[in-house]
């Protein structure tokens, strides 16, 4: 009943029945959603997992290899002259430091990206219209893992109820 007939089946022409998740299959994915994009990719927790994440180092050796690169490319020009002025070791330690300032400053500055990214990912949209797309089957591997823990429970209720529902059917045809 939940995720069978995938397709509507017609019953002497008359009643129409699907799966429930099938039939509801576009506020299902429009809840879905609003769940994922309110409790699991958030942009918070995205900024968090690129900043501190396990691969968080690669996007700090990024930033730091780009600002040389930038003060390199600005001092073009002028740095034999600053190599000279100031020495190659101290014009090396402060491209390091400017990367490192850079780099030290990078949650401060990105905070001020999240309601930019927030409307640039659009997860919930994303999420609700590529479920959309999804045919009967892919929906229904999609969300099924959500029920495999507890589907014997439904099933055992199932049980229960129509062991109840029959048994007083048979007792008031009896009596």
Not at 23 to 45: C, H, L
Not at 89 to 117: D, L, S
Not at 134 to 147: I, S, V
Request: charged share 25%; with cysteine.
């Amino acid at each position: 009943m939940i995720f069978l007939p995938r397709e509507p089946c017609r019953f002497f022409g008359l009643y129409t029945w699907q799966g429930v998740f099938q039939k509801r299959r576009d506020q299902v994915a429009a809840d879905y959603g609003d769940m994922i994009a309110r409790e699991i990719i958030t942009v918070p927790n995205l900024l968090e997992a690129v900043l501190r994440g396990p691969k968080s180092d690669r996007l700090f050796t990024l930033i730091t290899r780009e600002v040389q690169k930038t003060i390199d490319a600005q001092a073009s020009v002028v740095k034999p002259f600053v190599a000279i002025a100031v020495g190659t070791k101290r014009f090396q330690e402060m491209k390091q430091a400017a990367a490192g300032k850079a780099a030290e400053r990078v949650p401060e500055t990105i905070r001020h990206a999240e309601h930019y990214a927030i409307n640039a990912l659009d997860v919930r949209n994303t999420i609700v219209d590529r479920m959309r797309r999804l045919n009967a089957l892919q929906f229904e591997q999609l969300l099924r893992p959500a029920f495999r823990q507890d589907e014997w429970k439904l099933i055992a209720v199932g049980a229960v109820i129509g062991g109840l529902v029959g048994e007083l059917q048979a007792l008031l045809l009896l009596h």
